[in-house]
Structures are given as C-alpha cells and as structure tokens.
C-alpha cells in the first residue's frame, strides 16, 4: 500500500506565490519519476511538471519560467513552487509518483489540493 499526500493549496492574488508538497508513504521500494498534474473545471489533467530519481526536471509549456519542481528522496517529498501566478492557474493541482512497491511497479495518485488564484 502507497499513499501520496498534497498540502500548500488554497487562495492566492494573481501575481502571488505558492509552495505545494506532496509526501510518499507506505510499501515503497524505489520511487521513480514524481509530479504534479492539473485539472481546472471543463479541462482535461495537463502535466505541469515532472523530475526524475537524478533531479531532472520537465515543465508544462504553460508554467516554464514560473514553476519549479523539486524532491527530497530521503523525505520521500516532491514540492511545487509557484511563482507569478495567473487565473488560469486555478485547478486541482493532484501529485504522481511512480513507484516499486515489495510486489510491483506502478503510478500513484495524491487525492489533489485546490488551488485559486483571484484578481
């Protein structure tokens, strides 16, 4: 059993920042590529960033140069720094990790946090 925990969402003025953490627990073995994904009302989930087990990192086109991904693989944490944020940043913001448990190898998924951002 993997659980994946998101905190840090909430309430935000567009031009504000954000942290977002996301914690692993349970039967893990390794954890491979972890991120965080989005889903805003009507819109299908986009990626917004993903960093490997190295600490190499990949961006959603839409928050290059504002958004930076990070992880503590002693912590088992992958946070979510979001800097200069815009309307339509407002999403569930949900985390991913890719994990090898005792028995197998798979894709978690956190429950989401809330993230709104107003003018």
Request: glycine share 10%.
């Given at each position: 059993?993997?659980?994946?925990?998101?905190?840090?969402?909430?309430?935000?003025?567009?031009?504000?920042?954000?942290?977002?953490?996301c914690?692993?627990?349970?039967?893990?073995?390794?954890?491979?590529?972890?991120?965080?994904?989005?889903?805003?009302?009507?819109?299908?989930?986009?990626?917004?960033?993903?960093?490997?087990?190295?600490?190499?990192?990949?961006?959603?086109?839409?928050?290059?140069?504002?958004?930076?991904?990070?992880?503590?693989?002693?912590?088992?944490?992958?946070?979510?720094?979001?800097?200069?944020?815009?309307?339509?940043?407002?999403?569930?913001y949900?985390?991913?990790?890719?994990?090898?448990?005792?028995?197998?190898?798979?894709?978690?998924?956190?429950?989401?946090?809330?993230?709104?951002?107003?003018?």
């Amino acid at each position: 059993q993997v659980q994946l925990v998101e905190s840090g969402g909430g309430l935000v003025q567009a031009g504000g920042s954000l942290r977002l953490s996301c914690a692993a627990s349970g039967t893990i073995q390794t954890i491979f590529d972890m991120g965080w994904y989005r889903q805003a009302p009507g819109k299908q989930r986009e990626l917004v960033a993903t960093v490997t087990s190295d600490g190499l990192s990949r961006y959603g086109d839409s928050v290059k140069g504002r958004f930076t991904i990070s992880r503590d693989n002693a912590k088992k944490m992958v946070d979510l720094q979001m800097n200069s944020l815009k309307l339509e940043d407002t999403a569930v913001y949900f985390c991913q990790a890719n994990i090898r448990t005792w028995i197998r190898r798979d894709d978690f998924w956190g429950q989401g946090t809330q993230v709104t951002v107003s003018s």
